[in-house]
């Protein structure tokens, strides 16, 4: 049986008075290929920031590998998050006057655990070794979207969570990302969960279930 590796249970969040997330469940297991698929407004980067263990719900838990998140401190939290969960942003969000390779050895600094060895098979996978000593400002934005994959793998996380991953890249280089996405999870050996509108994405996840009004609900196919 596959280990669930990230167990959301019952969760609600409120926000400005109101339930922006209301009573989500979700179980990821460690081999996990998850699309959270949903209009604007319906509640998917605050779902993305509780399942990243950048917000805390109202209500409901979040256990990674059994464990209650919250009752962790902030400083364990943090911890755990770095240690486990690796993060796509649909803005890259790199460091402007760092390199694409010191952008993506960030969360190895971050822990002190170098690995350049696992950094330089990133950089060839993605196709990037030759754009590895140039800064943000000068890359193509697929080429950073890449180095913000190899950022997230860095420490090869349990979890990869990417929040409209390809939400600034055109057709075609938002199926080449997918493609080394997919290629990238089985060689890093870690659950891909993705959070996005975008109904291209759709056929390309084993699971897809659909978030509206800050409900989830089983995907209808
Ligand atoms: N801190 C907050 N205070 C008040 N309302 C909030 C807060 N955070 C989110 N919301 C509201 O909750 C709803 C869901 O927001 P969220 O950003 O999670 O949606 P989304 O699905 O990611 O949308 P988009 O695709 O447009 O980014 C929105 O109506 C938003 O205005």
Do not use: C
């Not at 109101?18 to 179980?27: F, P, Q, T």
């Not at 000593?133 to 697929?142: M, V």
């Amino acid at each position: 049986m596959t280990e669930t590796v990230l167990e959301a249970n019952a969760v609600r969040v409120v926000r400005g008075g109101r339930d922006v997330i209301e009573d989500a469940s979700l179980s990821i297991p460690t081999d996990a290929q998850l699309l959270v698929q949903g209009p604007s407004g319906a509640g998917k980067t605050t779902l993305f920031n509780v399942l990243g263990l950048l917000d805390t719900p109202t209500d409901g838990t979040v256990t990674i590998r059994g464990e209650d998140t919250a009752s962790l401190s902030e400083r364990k939290r943090a911890k755990l998050r770095r240690e486990t969960l690796g993060f796509i942003f649909q803005d890259f969000q790199l460091i402007g006057d760092l390199t694409a390779w010191e952008n993506a050895a960030l969360p190895q600094d971050h822990t002190g655990e170098r690995d350049e060895e696992w950094l330089e098979t990133l950089f060839e996978r993605l196709e990037i070794a030759d754009r590895a000593d140039q800064y943000p400002a000068t890359l193509s934005g697929g080429e950073k979207q890449r180095v913000a994959i190899a950022r997230a793998l860095a420490n090869r996380p349990a979890i990869v969570l990417a929040d409209e991953p390809t939400g600034q890249l055109d057709p075609d280089t938002t199926e080449q990302v997918l493609d080394l996405l997919f290629r990238l999870q089985e060689t890093a050996d870690t659950a891909l969960v993705v959070i996005s509108h975008d109904m291209q994405l759709t056929p390309r996840f084993d699971t897809v279930v659909r978030l509206e009004d800050g409900r989830i609900r089983a995907d209808p196919t």
